[in-house]
DNA sequence: GCACGATAGTTGTGAAAACAATAATCAGAG
DNA sequence: CTCTGATTATTGTTTTCACAACTATCGTGC
């Protein structure tokens, strides 16, 4: 298996006490630091196969994010449970509410819907209320693409972590999200004293 | 606090069971998807917060990861602790290494050092028993700008994870290798049989 | 010695991201 | 009504990243 990696590229053995007897050349600095450069490996490498998977038809990670998000708001007004109604009335969301629901924070949702437009996965629809929002919505192009994405993507979730328990996952999640916390406060602080 | 995003964008609230109530509109399909995309999500927030850090600057994460990294190489053979020796002779490192044992795998470690030339803050040796090779080694600069940089790292480190236990961060640390552990497997298949 | 494949690094190109500046529209105060 | 400030989206620019093609060098076997 891979050790893990410190910040200056020791590698970190299993044996946790062999850090300390070395002593100075202790590969992390703190604990906060070891968690940290684990998330970052982590994420950095389960990442990249899912936009290798992606790319196969053309989007992005954070495209396919935004796909499915756009799934989701159509599929919440149509009649039919599955369906998504006709593409000329589907349900659609403003481009900046788009951004604040994706899983990575990204300011530039413009381009991204560029390339979806661009691809035939999406489309825009000015608002008529108010002429400055423009609504983006998934078209049926996009829900096929999606809908030939879900299975590959449970199964390279299951690849990837099928290995460990429920409640190993849920931990981790929960970990995870408290490990954020504060930097969700001191994101919310500085933009609202700017 | 901030809540767990779906990928589709529905936030999941602290109540638990309330997507099973809703059955349909379950914000995750699978435990494995769950922590998957708070993998993603808290890389992406911590991980934003340290570049804007480095880039005060000039260096990106990749380039400060090898920053640290040519310092470590550096110690190893420097006479006296906490000297590293004369520019000329010091220590250095092929790029192929570099990316090795960088924190997130990059395939262009060139243009990283073109940069880190151009700040000053790395130099390239040309190898003489393989002149194929080339060892990136870290300037006087570089060790400047690492050590301006040491405070001010661990101090983000406090304010993002500080409020979490050791072991709580522990603990974390443990699953995200676990988590990573299939993923680092695969990818040595697919490059072996490549 | 020379041809061969393998390895190390560079370069080229197109996609993606970050950040700031701009244009269009709205809403409220006077 | 009009001015002002705020909001929404777009555009421009620069940097960064990913992938593939290319060059130079090495080591081996003939």
């Known amino acids: 298996m891979a050790p893990t990696k410190a910040i200056d590229g020791k590698t970190n053995g299993t044996t946790k006490g062999l850090a300390a007897q070395i002593g100075k050349a202790r590969p992390f600095q703190s604990p ?7 998330l970052i ?36 007004q149509g009649a ?31 381009r991204l819907i560029d390339r ?8 825009r629809r000015r608002c008529d209320k ?5 609504y983006a919505y998934i078209t049926n192009a996009g829900l096929n693409v999606l809908r030939d994405f879900d299975d590959e993507v449970l199964e390279l979730h299951k690849q990837h972590l099928g290995h460990m328990s429920k409640d190993e996952l849920e931990h981790l999640s929960d970990l995870l999200e408290k490990a954020r ?6 994101r919310a602080e500085t933009a609202a004293t700017i």
Chains 1, 2 share one sequence.
């Open 116 to 123: 979806l437009e661009q691809l035939t996965f999406a489309a």
């Open 32 to 38: 906060e630091q070891e968690a940290y450069l684990n």
């Open 130 to 134: 108010d002429r400055r929002v423009i």
């Open 41 to 76: 490996r982590t994420a950095a490498i389960l990442s990249n196969q899912f936009e290798r998977l992606f790319k196969t038809r053309g989007v992005s990670e954070s495209t396919y994010n935004i796909l499915c998000i756009l799934r989701g708001v159509a599929g919440l």
């Open 181 to 186: 916390q504060r930097a969700s406060e001191r």
């Open 80 to 110: 039919a449970p599955g369906k998504y109604g006709d593409p000329a009335t589907r349900a659609g969301l403003p481009l900046t509410e788009i951004g604040e629901r994706m899983i990575a924070p990204v300011p530039d949702v413009t």
